[in-house]
């Protein structure tokens, strides 16, 4: 209901009952079209409702059937063919650049139809750009995650999508469902992370290994690289990861 016609939009005008008629127009550059006996109508901007309003008073002048408090005829306006809107994807993005894509896209199908995401690109803080405002961060791992598609708005003709860098690089192995690098936000938890790599297995053990890299504060020519840690995942769920952790999930030995 609340899409919006526009320029290379196609739409489909029938009068049925007393008078029958059909006919399809696509709305020219300058978002109008023109039709026998009524002259040009101005639809770009409308929603299919509006437009449907307006060419009942257009073609009331032409059909008496459409008068009256109970015509005899009636009109329906819906759509044929869509145009495309240009929406630009900026940052990591497969292709980046100005896109031609489906009218009714969302960030998400949007990105599908432009090569993706690059490896480097975060999935975590993709911006949608509307008239110079940042209006929607949309987090993919809540969409796979639990199906959350509320902030995959619908893109406008003229919108940017950008895709800045990945925030981290987290690595889980082990007794896992799903061992994969991940990309955690800031403030978030070994708990976090074994929710997105789909928990654990059922002979995953409660003690984690945690590898973790120095930081460039922290460095030391008298110490090493990197420190191991161990933490018991029953008492330490909320224990917060870092930008180059990697996980080691042991499982339990058969006796």
């Known amino acids: 209901n609340g899409y919006i016609l526009g320029t290379g939009d196609e739409i489909i005008i029938e009068i049925w009952g007393e008078t029958q008629l059909r006919m399809s127009h696509i709305l020219d550059q300058y978002g109008k079209i023109s039709v026998d006996k009524i002259g040009q109508v101005y639809l770009a901007g409308e929603t299919l409702k509006e437009a449907e309003n307006k060419l009942l008073k257009k073609f009331k002048n032409v059909h008496s059937s459409l008068k009256g ?16 809107i240009n929406v630009t994807f900026i940052g990591e993005v497969g292709i980046p650049g100005i896109h031609a894509i489906h009218s009714f896209s969302t960030i998400i199908t949007g990105l599908l139809q432009t090569g993706g995401i690059k490896i480097t690109g975060s999935l975590r803080d993709i911006q949608l750009i ?11 791992y809540q969409y796979i995650d639990n199906g959350n598609a509320e902030n995959d708005l619908r893109l406008l003709d003229g919108d940017r999508v950008y895709v800045p860098i990945r925030h981290s690089t987290v690595t889980i192995k082990g007794a896992i469902m799903s061992e994969s690098i991940y990309e955690l936000n800031v403030g978030e938890t070994i708990e976090d992370l074994i929710q997105f790599s789909g928990g654990f297995t059922v002979k995953a053990q409660k003690n984690i290994r945690i590898d973790r890299l120095v930081t460039m504060q922290e460095y030391s020519e008298k110490l090493p690289h990197d420190k191991t840690i161990f933490i018991d995942y029953l008492a330490n769920h909320d224990y917060i990861m870092q930008d180059g952790d990697n996980v080691m999930i042991y499982a339990m030995t058969p006796i």
């Open 130 to 140: 509307r008239n110079d405002q940042n209006i929607s961060i949309l987090d993919f």
């Open 69 to 84: 408090v109970q015509p005899a005829s009636f009109i329906d306006v819906s759509i044929g063919k869509l145009k495309s």
